[in-house]
T-cell receptor, first 115, second 112 residues
Framework: DSGVTQTPKHLITATGQRVTLRCSPR?????VYWYQQSLDQGLQFLIQ???????AKGNILERFSAQQFPDLHSELNLSSLELGDSALYFC??????????????FGQGTRLTVV | DAKTTQPNSMESNEEEPVHLPCNHS???????IHWYRQLPSQGPEYVIH???SNVNNRMASLAIAEDRKSSTLILHRATLRDAAVYYC?????????????FGPGTRLSVLP
């Protein structure tokens, strides 16, 4: 158990809909990262938050948005869903200080299926 | 992030040591070398990381070249459970707002 909790574990929804994925980081971790992994694809970095502020952005679509709340949990919002958005979405967390020197811990992911 | 290069795939026999190489010729002085692995249908899992000296933990050993342009993850006795994709990543130790980019990694197969 990494200590990072993602909910829900599975989500099935229709095209055009909007969903929210939730991530609770490990206790004390200030940074949260979101990744997308499509079937047999690599991990695509989406966005990073540090202590409530956006710090880095990757290949995140405009239909997607995220935020980190004062209690440090994070939510990834996916809207106007398309079939191609079906993927595993992972959240990771790490402590805020000297990030390169510390490891990151990943949740077990949310499997999103768009039908 | 500095770029790393890994073989696409490797194969090992069970209970034998495995050496997974990683090249990072453009590494900077403040980049830490991290290794993660991803088992099928699971989230990535931290394995080990280091800066200059070799590192050991319960999972593996990390051997870092003297010029730091390459490193090797060593699994001392491969088990079937070690079959996974292994990622070598560089992370800047001085950058708070750093993203965390994965390459394609090395897919390790372990044969019984």
């Amino acid at each position: 158990d990494s200590g990072v909790t993602q909910t829900p574990k599975h989500l099935i929804t229709a095209t055009g809909q909007r969903v929210t994925l939730r991530c609770s980081p490990r206790s004390g971790d200030l940074s949260v990262y979101w990744y997308q992994q499509s079937l047999d694809q690599g991990l695509q970095f989406l966005i990073q938050y540090y202590n409530g502020e956006e710090r880095a952005k990757g290949n995140i679509l405009e239909r997607f948005s995220a935020q980190q709340f004062p209690d440090l949990h994070s939510e990834l919002n996916l809207s106007s869903l398309e079939l191609g958005d079906s993927a595993l979405y992972f959240c990771a967390s790490s402590v805020g200080q000297l990030q390169g020197a510390t490891e990151a811990f990943f949740g077990q992911g949310t499997r999103l299926t768009v039908v | 992030d500095a770029k790393t290069t890994q073989p696409n795939s490797m194969e090992s026999n069970e209970e034998e040591p495995v050496h997974l190489p990683c090249n990072h010729s453009t590494i900077s002085g403040t980049d830490y070398i991290h290794w993660y692995r991803q088992l099928p249908s699971q989230g990535p899992e931290y394995v080990i990381h280091g800066l200059t000296s070799n590192v050991n933990n319960r999972m593996a050993s990390l051997a870092i070249a003297e010029d730091r342009k390459s490193s090797t993850l060593i699994l001392h006795r491969a088990t079937l459970r070690d079959a996974a994709v292994y990622y070598c990543i560089l992370r800047d130790g001085n950058n708070y707002g750093q993203n965390f980019v994965f390459g394609p990694g090395t897919r390790l197969s372990v044969l019984p």
